[in-house]
DNA sequence: TGTACATCAGTGAACGCGCGTTCACTGATGTAC
DNA sequence: TGTACATCAGTGAACGCGCGTTCACTGATGTAC
């Protein structure tokens, strides 16, 4: 039997818990526990603990308390940016409302981690239209640029984007914020965000 | 010098800081608080320290710490209700869109109020349609309401109802968790939200 | 008018909590000669 | 092949922190007779 074979391993060397480094081990521990906990309970000891590892272990592999969630948030958007991509492969309207409502079903899907992703960032100094990191603003820009009419400014395009993103941003907060009865809300994602209702006027 | 006489009737008798009631003190601080921090390093413990108070004072007005910001909230949301049905006062399309961008002003003008105000809420058991506490969402019904074509269900205000605080709200939360250049986006909020924009097909 | 009493807002010491972080350490692994 | 040494991941005790909350208390205020 092949999973008692595994458990049995995992027995005999605890270390091979954390195979491949710690480091591998408590983000995947992280990801663990964002879904069944809030993302600010996450805390170091809780990971250590969880991974069967001291306290200060991850001090090896973390310079300090920030960079794990940071490092979990990178994931998140790399993991989002699959997903939107995935979604908006057909292209035109339809693909951008599609990826505009995986955007929405990913926060749906991963309340913590898609909090955690956008939870309040340091203030960097972007130049103007410049993206925060994640890429998951690339990637509606890319959507929105196809969309728009000839000869729309590039604050044509930015204004767009930024609708667009309003648009899905918001929602999933009000379903995770719990504003909004969540049934009836996820019911309407397809219908609140439709090719009609991102058109990019 | 009437300030001076203020503040020499402060420092006369301290009791005369929270006049009328350690409640409403400390409610005040807390919004003073909040103006300069963030909105989960609100505590009972700094607040009575503020206000001039031993740490245990406050419980003789709130029976628990969660029951301060949630006071906080509900003025919050009382003043941002003033402050959408002020601006939505011309009512049709153009009134809804300024309250739409009075909406994200607000967001925008206190961050830390409006972060308190939407963080998560105990789920509760809400009939299908119904509101959240704070009635910002009734006003946004009632706007919505007046601009449906006849023939509409209520599935249709549902929906547009909630693609027009989605749209506000995400854009309000782009910005306050500095996803989008401040400045950038505060100055095409008139653009993202207008009445174009919050066309309820 | 004066005395006895209840009420109740605020005090300050103390509690346990989990946290991030430091420190000197152990002990296994690999490498140089 | 064997010995000396450096490296470095993980340990566990300890630190100080601010927090929410409890408890028995004080002392002013008002009220009943």
Chains 1, 2 share one sequence.
Request: hydrophobic letters at 45%; glycine letters at 8%.
């Amino acid at each position: 039997m092949v999973s008692n074979a595994n458990s049995v391993n995992i027995n005999a060397d605890e270390r091979s818990y954390h195979h491949g480094g710690l480091r591998e081990a408590a983000l995947a521990e992280g990801l663990r526990l964002l879904e069944s906990c809030d993302a600010d309970a996450l805390s170091l000891r809780q990971i250590a603990r969880n991974v069967g590892v001291s306290a200060t272990a991850l001090y090896r592999h973390f310079p300090d308390k920030n960079s794990l969630p940071s490092a979990l948030a990178g994931i998140g958007f790399a993991q989002l940016a699959e997903e939107l991509s995935r979604a908006g492969l057909r292209g035109g309207a339809e693909g951008f409302a599609a990826s505009g409502q995986a955007y929405v079903r990913f926060a749906v899907a991963r309340p913590s981690l898609f909090r955690l992703m956008f939870a309040k960032m340091p203030a960097e100094s972007h130049p103007e239209f410049d993206n925060p990191p994640g890429s998951a603003a690339h990637l509606l820009q890319r959507g929105i640029r196809g969309m728009m009419p000839p000869g729309s400014t590039p604050h044509d395009h930015y204004a767009a984007m930024l609708r667009a993103w309003s648009l899905v941003h918001g929602l999933a907060m009000l379903i995770l914020d719990r504003q909004v009865d969540e049934q009836a809300a996820v019911a309407m994602i397809d219908r609140i965000v439709s090719a009609d209702s991102i058109n990019v006027g």
